[in-house]
């Protein structure tokens, strides 16, 4: 799938959700698109690639977009919520339980299963974007990431994470971060 492709597929996802993302739209989009890319990398040649693959593209798509549509930090249902009104208008209730997981372990701390597991390999890719691939890159060269960062700007995206966050803390200083897991 070429770029300009997989990026028509995730704006058909996102569409709906224009107000809500307003001026981060851009910077959730690309966002949306490393982590597909990162996934192809992950899956190591494996056919067909993720990006192409329903799964990934709902997962990607809806995994932190409870964050603006239900206005929280605490967003992994809302996200796997709008994920599953997205499978059901589409057809495709079979992969509900896979896409679910898919966002609800994105953020966990340990393995969440083989490296050639789906939510593994997404729980990867999402962390290499969250960290900028500066720490845990499995096996993603840092030139590769950069490239990609390149092709698909942050335009903001890891600012507003880092606002989201004092945000956060500051109103509830005992649970800041409730999207992790171990």
Same mark, same amino acid.
């Given at each position: ?6 990026? &028509? /597929?995730?704006?058909?996802?996102l ?13 959730? *989009?690309?966002? =949306?698109?490393? =982590? ?5 990398l $992950?899956?190591?040649?494996? =056919? !067909?690639?993720?990006? @192409?693959? /329903?799964?990934? $593209? ?6 932190? %977009?409870?964050?603006? *549509?239900?206005? @929280?930090?605490?967003? $992994? ?6 994920? %599953? ?34 939510? /593994?390999?997404?729980?990867?890719? &999402?962390?290499? &974007?969250?960290?900028?691939?500066? %720490?845990?890159?499995?096996? =993603? !060269?840092?030139? *590769?990431?950069?490239? $990609? ?15 989201l ?10 649970? !800041? ?6």
């Open positions: 799938m070429s770029s300009n492709d997989l990026r &028509d /597929e995730v704006d058909r996802r569409d709906p959700w224009l107000p809500q993302l307003g001026s981060d739209r851009v910077a959730y *989009t690309n966002h =949306v698109l490393r =982590v597909l890319e990162l996934c192809d $992950l899956a190591g040649g494996s =056919v !067909p690639v993720p990006s @192409t693959r /329903e799964e990934y $593209l709902t997962a990607a798509a809806f995994h932190d %977009l409870g964050i603006w *549509t239900a206005g @929280t930090f605490d967003y $992994l249902a809302p996200s796997a919520d709008l994920a %599953l009104q997205w499978l059901d208008q589409i057809d495709r209730p079979d992969l509900a339980d896979l896409v679910v997981a898919m966002i609800d372990h994105h953020h966990k701390i340990r393995p969440a299963g083989s490296s050639t597991d789906p939510i /593994e390999i997404f729980r990867r890719a &999402d962390a290499i &974007d969250v960290e900028f691939g500066l %720490l845990g890159r499995f096996g =993603v !060269p840092r030139s *590769t990431y950069r490239a $990609l960062a390149k092709r698909y700007p942050d335009k903001g995206f890891h600012r507003r994470l880092v606002q966050v004092a945000r956060r803390i500051r109103t509830n200083p005992t649970s !800041p971060l409730p999207m992790l897991e171990w």
